[in-house]
């Protein structure tokens, strides 16, 4: 297309997901984490594991919710048989 900024755009998007939240929370949460004790490397790796994790987490658990749905049982009974996996 003539005049087709799209290849510009690309660069300008608004963050998403896990980088979206540590774009925001973790500037906001590094003077707290440094008046409970924290250094700044801990509290950066800490951050990164925690959202590393949370951003692969939620795919897990739709699934878990669609199967429990499927085989019409209970979320709690379900996890409870989950625990030794």
């Known amino acids: 297309m003539v005049g087709s900024n799209r290849a510009l755009d690309r660069g300008r998007r608004a963050p998403r997901g896990a980088s979206l939240a540590q774009t925001?929370?973790?500037?906001?949460?590094?003077p707290i984490a440094g008046q409970i004790g924290l250094s700044e490397i801990h509290y950066a790796l800490v951050l990164i594991i925690a959202?590393?994790?949370?951003?692969?987490?939620?795919?897990?658990?739709?699934?878990?919710?669609?199967?429990?749905?499927?085989?019409?049982?209970?979320?709690?009974?379900?996890?409870?048989?989950?625990?030794?996996?």
């Open 24 to 30: 925001y929370f973790a500037p906001l949460l590094l």
């Open 51 to 85: 959202m590393g994790i949370g951003g692969f987490m939620p795919l897990a658990g739709v699934g878990f919710y669609v199967c429990c749905a499927i085989m019409q049982t209970d979320i709690e009974e379900a996890s409870r048989a989950m625990v030794p996996i």
